[in-house]
């Protein structure tokens, strides 16, 4: 019988990446999953996709998949990837991102990614905590949750990822779940194809130290409490309020339009620069 | 009382008898488990401390910085990326005269990324006035701490300490410690209480613009203090030694150096497989010494010209290389004897970077080249089939 290998695998590195350093049960390998099917949905020349990333476990995403991809310095990668976009508009470019390397080394290039509207589509893998250096505390730790450097309970509250990006300026917002994984692939397509910043925020989990830490149990206990208690966003309009109490939203959350900014940039370009043949004249 | 524990936690239990006021850091491999047991000292209550676990290591750096203009104690500690991104900061601590102390669990830097030991980090910030300590073993990290801070606080100095620690090789290595007690700690190391602090009793301004006509002489200052600093870290260390009865050396250490023809210059722990080499080659009849550096910066000169006048053959191993020069430790020691009444000849060797492995064999390899003519900056175990073309 003829093996058909599922579309992820023929996107893999397969012969000389692996294994991954992901622990077994990791919601990192679903979210990537989910990327590679959107960008197979969209059609998307593999050789037009420039994936960028910084470090942590979700940043290790690119060096598995077989795109343009660049792996550069912890909380950098929105600006390394500005500069790739800027220089060649022509690729797609998708960066992949965790809570502590986009929002706590990297949370100024991300409000200012975001307020810049640079045709970049950034997914935010949120696992509430510094999975690869062992379960510190995360600017996205729940307040009261524990880390290895908050014992005790975090006393710090932590980012509205979505909000965050709107208020910076980001054109399109949406939240998934790795346990939602097919609205996951629908939303992380829709935010390749919008022109300016889109931001998806993949709430995952790290039962290897987070869940250890808070008790929440194993991956799939993790994957159950993300089940219930993500609500889509349809359907929270019809919800009371008390019936969304602990809960999150799903889905687009945010879409509007603006100019975006390597396209401004060129009109820029087209309105001032002198035209060859004149510039030879006034010499 | 002596406990085998982990490096790291060797560290922190030194740090706890420092009495830092403020503590802040932020993770990353292999310092992690310095923060993870000092944020548990804090948060049981067994350190009266403030712990702030910060967004980067700019931030941490910064916080100390802060900290420090008050008057407190102030301690961080990281590595390799998260030292070079507080780069900035550092130089304005040393600039500011605030004398924290840093731990650096020293890595290898990116590009490739690598997390695992060589000292790459520490030697690119060599020229931000920092005093620069090496330790080579956990004993004596741990004791370091309380040196620097005394060596740093001492009003004739006041300047910010780091202390070095191999990264993997020693934080995550566990080995039996001597614990140092409070009582005599705090007898070692009285509070710090600076002359010049922000205070609203005596409002002060710190870190103002300087211009060009008296710049300089801030500069000058800070060359000097450094070099005041010679003497304090081996003063310190004698009276370490009559506190805890411990002594791992002042600027330098020399290990049997008596009559040695070769004599290998190093940093940190590798420094401990040489001894064993020198060991083993003195027993075969060979006179081999090793000669450890403490101190990197100040640059202990003269007291590394008197170690090796005598010597016939230098060889000095480094984990790090100034790319486009040469091995850094290499390059100061040739400078420390250019001049000089005696000449010994001096090879350099980079070794042990991205944590490769500096096994005996390969010391031992070094020791005949070195012997046998003059090496250049050797890059020690190279894989050949691995250089490729470009
Ligand atoms: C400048 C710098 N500081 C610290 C680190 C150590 N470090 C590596 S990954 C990481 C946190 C990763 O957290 P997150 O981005 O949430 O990713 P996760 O591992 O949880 O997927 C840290 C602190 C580093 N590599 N570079
Ligand atoms: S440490 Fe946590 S985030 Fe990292 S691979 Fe394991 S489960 Fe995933």
Same mark, same amino acid.
């Not at chain 2, 984990?319 to 090879?347: R, V």
């Given at each position: 019988m003829?093996i058909?290998?599922?579309?992820?695998?023929?996107?893999?590195?397969?012969?000389?990446?692996?294994p991954?350093?992901?622990?077994?049960?990791c919601g990192?390998g679903?979210?990537?999953? *989910?990327?590679?099917?959107?960008?197979?949905?969209?059609?998307?020349?593999r050789?037009?996709?420039?994936?960028?990333?910084?470090?942590?476990?979700?940043s290790?995403?690119?060096?598995?998949?077989?795109?343009?991809?660049?792996?550069?310095?912890?909380?950098?990668?929105?600006?390394?990837?500005?500069?790739?976009?800027?220089?060649?508009?022509?690729?797609?470019v998708?960066?992949?991102?965790?809570?502590?390397?986009?929002?706590?080394?990297?949370?100024?290039?991300?409000?200012?990614?975001?307020?810049?509207?640079?045709?970049?589509?950034?997914i935010?893998?949120?696992?509430?905590?510094?999975?690869?250096?062992g379960?510190?505390?995360?600017?996205t730790?729940?307040?009261?949750k524990?880390?290895?450097?908050?014992?005790?309970?975090?006393?710090?509250?932590?980012?509205?990822?979505?909000?965050l990006?709107?208020? *910076?300026?980001?054109?399109?917002? *949406?939240?998934?779940?790795?346990?939602?994984?097919?609205?996951?692939?629908?939303?992380?397509?829709q *935010?390749?194809?919008?022109?300016?910043f889109?931001?998806?925020e993949?709430?995952?989990?790290?039962?290897?130290?987070?869940?250890r830490?808070?008790?929440?149990?194993?991956?799939?206990?993790?994957?159950?409490?993300?089940k219930?208690?993500?609500?889509?966003i349809q359907?929270?309009?019809k919800?009371?309020?008390?019936?969304?109490?602990?809960?999150?939203?799903?889905?687009?959350?945010w879409?509007?339009?603006?100019?975006?900014?390597?396209?401004?940039?060129?009109k820029?370009?087209?309105?001032?620069?002198v035209?060859?043949?004149?510039?030879?004249g006034?010499? | 009382?002596?406990?085998v524990?982990?490096g790291?936690m060797?560290?922190?239990?030194a740090?706890?008898?420092?009495?830092?006021?403020v503590?802040?850091?932020?993770?990353?491999t292999?310092?992690?488990h310095?923060?993870?047991?000092?944020?548990?000292?804090?948060?049981d209550?067994?350190?009266k401390?403030?712990?702030?676990?910060?967004?980067?290591e700019?931030?941490a750096?910064?916080?100390?910085?802060?900290?420090?203009a008050?008057?407190?104690?102030a301690?961080?500690?990281?590595t390799?990326?998260?030292l070079?991104?507080?780069?900035?900061?550092?130089?304005?601590?040393?600039?500011?005269?605030?004398?924290?102390?840093?731990?650096?669990?020293?890595?290898?830097?990116?590009?490739?990324?690598?997390i695992?030991?060589?000292q790459?980090?520490v030697?690119?910030?060599?020229?931000?006035?920092?005093?620069?300590?090496?330790?080579?073993?956990?004993?004596?990290a741990?004791?370091?701490?309380?040196q620097a801070?005394?060596?740093?606080?001492h009003?004739?100095?006041m300047?910010?300490?780091?202390?070095?620690?191999d990264?993997?090789i020693l934080?995550?290595?566990?080995?039996p410690?001597e614990?140092?007690?409070?009582?005599?700690?705090?007898?070692?190391?009285p509070?710090?209480?600076?002359?010049?602090?922000?205070t609203?009793?005596?409002?002060l301004t710190?870190?103002?613009?300087a211009?060009?006509?008296?710049?300089?002489?801030t500069?000058?200052?800070?060359?000097?203090?450094?070099?005041?600093?010679?003497?304090?870290?081996?003063?310190?260390?004698?009276?370490?030694?009559?506190t805890?009865?411990?002594?791992?050396?002042g600027?330098?250490?020399?290990?049997?150096?008596d009559?040695?023809?070769t004599?290998?210059?190093?940093?940190?722990?590798?420094?401990?497989?040489?001894?064993?080499?020198?060991?083993?080659?003195?027993?075969?009849?060979?006179?081999?010494?090793?000669?450890?550096?403490?101190?990197f910066r100040?640059?202990?000169k003269?007291?590394i010209?008197d170690?090796?006048?005598?010597?016939?053959n230098?060889?000095?191993m480094?984990?790090?290389?100034?790319l486009?020069a040469?091995?850094?430790?290499?390059?100061?020691?040739?400078?420390?004897?250019?001049?000089?009444?005696?000449?010994?000849?001096?090879?350099?060797?980079?070794?042990?970077?991205?944590?490769?492995?500096?096994?005996?064999?390969?010391?031992?390899?070094v020791?005949?080249k070195?012997e046998?003519?003059?090496?250049?900056?050797?890059?020690?175990d190279?894989?050949?089939n691995?250089?490729?073309?470009?």
């Amino acid at each position: 019988m003829e093996i058909i290998p599922a579309v992820t695998y023929t996107y893999l590195r397969s012969k000389k990446k692996f294994p991954n350093v992901w622990c077994a049960g990791c919601g990192i390998g679903i979210a990537l999953g *989910a990327i590679i099917r959107a960008i197979d949905n969209l059609k998307l020349d593999r050789n037009d996709v420039a994936m960028v990333s910084g470090i942590g476990c979700s940043s290790r995403m690119p060096v598995y998949v077989d795109f343009n991809t660049l792996h550069t310095t912890h909380g950098r990668a929105l600006a390394f990837a500005t500069g790739v976009k800027l220089a060649n508009p022509k690729l797609k470019v998708i960066v992949i991102t965790g809570d502590g390397d986009g929002l706590a080394i990297g949370g100024n290039h991300f409000i200012h990614t975001c307020r810049r509207n640079i045709d970049i589509t950034t997914i935010l893998i949120n696992n509430s905590t510094y999975g690869m250096t062992g379960g510190q505390y995360s600017p996205t730790t729940p307040f009261m949750k524990i880390g290895t450097t908050a014992p005790y309970g975090n006393r710090e509250r932590d980012f509205d990822i979505c909000n965050l990006a709107k208020s *910076a300026g980001a054109t399109f917002v *949406a939240r998934g779940t790795v346990y939602h994984v097919t609205l996951l692939e629908k939303i992380v397509q829709q *935010a390749i194809l919008k022109k300016g910043f889109s931001l998806v925020e993949v709430i995952s989990h790290c039962h290897t130290f987070y869940g250890r830490l808070n008790k929440e149990g194993t991956a799939v206990k993790m994957m159950e409490w993300q089940k219930e208690h993500a609500i889509p966003i349809q359907a929270a309009a019809k919800l009371p309020p008390e019936k969304l109490k602990d809960k999150f939203l799903i889905g687009t959350l945010w879409d509007v339009d603006f100019p975006e900014y390597c396209e401004e940039y060129d009109k820029v370009i087209a309105q001032f620069q002198v035209p060859p043949e004149d510039s030879e004249g006034k010499k | 009382m002596k406990k085998v524990i982990e490096g790291s936690m060797a560290v922190a239990e030194a740090v706890k008898v420092c009495r830092p006021h403020v503590i802040s850091a932020y993770p990353i491999t292999p310092q992690t488990h310095i923060v993870e047991n000092l944020s548990q000292f804090v948060a049981d209550g067994d350190l009266k401390s403030q712990f702030v676990n910060v967004e980067s290591e700019f931030g941490a750096a910064s916080v100390i910085l802060g900290a420090s203009a008050t008057g407190a104690r102030a301690y961080s500690t990281t590595t390799s990326q998260g030292l070079l991104l507080m780069t900035e900061v550092l130089f304005n601590i040393a600039g500011l005269r605030f004398p924290v102390v840093i731990t650096c669990t020293n890595r290898a830097v990116s590009a490739p990324i690598n997390i695992w030991n060589d000292q790459q980090d520490v030697m690119t910030i060599r020229d931000s006035g920092w005093i620069l300590l090496f330790a080579e073993d956990n004993q004596e990290a741990a004791d370091m701490h309380l040196q620097a801070f005394k060596i740093g606080e001492h009003p004739e100095i006041m300047l910010p300490v780091m202390v070095n620690m191999d990264g993997f090789i020693l934080t995550h290595a566990f080995e039996p410690i001597e614990f140092i007690d409070q009582k005599m700690a705090d007898e070692f190391l009285p509070p710090y209480k600076p002359e010049l602090y922000l205070t609203t009793k005596n409002p002060l301004t710190f870190g103002i613009l300087a211009e060009p006509d008296w710049y300089m002489e801030t500069r000058y200052r800070l060359q000097k203090a450094i070099e005041a600093s010679s003497d304090m870290i081996e003063e310190v260390a004698d009276q370490f030694k009559k506190t805890f009865g411990r002594y791992q050396g002042g600027l330098v250490e020399k290990y049997r150096l008596d009559g040695a023809e070769t004599v290998i210059v190093s940093m940190g722990s590798v420094v401990g497989t040489i001894k064993e080499v020198a060991d083993e080659l003195r027993d075969k009849g060979k006179k081999v010494g090793v000669l450890k550096i403490r101190a990197f910066r100040p640059f202990p000169k003269e007291a590394i010209y008197d170690a090796l006048k005598n010597v016939k053959n230098v060889i000095v191993m480094e984990k790090a290389i100034s790319l486009g020069a040469t091995g850094i430790l290499y390059d100061e020691i040739k400078a420390a004897l250019y001049g000089k009444p005696s000449q010994p000849k001096i090879s350099g060797f980079i070794a042990g970077l991205g944590g490769r492995d500096i096994p005996k064999e390969s010391i031992m390899k070094v020791i005949e080249k070195g012997e046998a003519g003059i090496s250049d900056n050797v890059f020690v175990d190279l894989k050949e089939n691995l250089i490729g073309g470009k």
